[in-house]
């Protein structure tokens, strides 16, 4: 039978009995998917690994008792630091944005403020919750980092002077992927619809990051978020 995999903040390490507070969680276990008592789970930490354990018993609406039942099984984790800045578009495609930079490996999700974005904010703590659904079901080792909204401005000087960056406009140069080597830490500025405002990409180039585009076709801001992290991310 399979076992269904879960998150949990707390460290797993080598301890025999682990004792989980949260109410989601025991709500998903007991409510959601009908788990009792020395049913198995399989629970990671972001720490890399997963662990199999068995319910030992529930503590009321918040708290879990598990048991440990085997050691640790290495999971995928990012090899660098990914970060995508991603313009805020309407709240469902947002979402789509986050579930697939997480299973694509994005260690940060940061949201950006652009002069053509149709939203002004988001919900952080349901995002929390997409990555991590994303995480558990990818078998990724880790769960990204949700950021506070910043503009664009705050989010290019964020990146230092010798950060490696990449910005994607539909009238800028074919990407290659020389622009991003496979050993660098790098980051990805992805537009909303319609794209970077022409005062957006003169921003782009003052800092000189490089602006470059996926092809001739105009994609949608989901769509191209996975065009480019594919195009980053498996980058041999």
Not at 22 to 49: C, P, T
Request: net charge negative; glycine share 6%.
């Amino acid at each position: 039978m399979r076992r269904h995999r879960f998150f949990t903040p707390e460290p797993v390490g080598n301890h025999a009995e682990l004792i989980i507070r949260s109410v989601e969680l025991v709500n998903q276990l007991r409510k959601v998917f009908r788990l009792r008592a020395g049913d198995e789970v399989v629970i990671f930490d972001g720490s890399g690994s997963d662990y199999t354990a068995a319910i030992a018993r529930f503590d009321g609406a918040d708290r879990v008792v598990l048991e440990q039942r085997s050691t640790a099984r290495s999971r995928y984790m990012p090899t660098r630091k990914i970060r995508l800045f991603t313009a805020l578009v309407k709240k469902d495609n947002f979402e789509t944005i986050a579930e697939k930079a997480t299973e694509l490996g994005v260690t940060d999700v940061i949201p950006v403020l652009a002069e053509r974005s149709e939203k002004k904010g988001l919900n952080e703590k349901r995002l929390k919750k997409i990555v991590i659904e994303a995480s558990e079901q990818s078998g990724r080792g880790d769960v990204p980092a949700i950021h506070a909204v910043i503009d664009l401005k705050m989010a290019i000087e964020s990146l230092g002077e010798d950060a490696r960056a990449v910005a994607f406009h539909t009238e800028g140069e074919l990407f290659d992927r020389k622009d991003v080597p496979n050993d660098e830490d790098v980051s990805v500025f992805i537009g909303p619809e319609g794209g970077w405002s022409p005062d957006e990409l003169d921003m782009f180039h003052k800092h000189d990051v490089p602006v470059r585009c996926l092809g001739p076709q105009v994609l949608r801001a989901e769509t191209a978020v996975i065009a480019a992290l594919s195009q980053v991310v498996f980058n041999d």
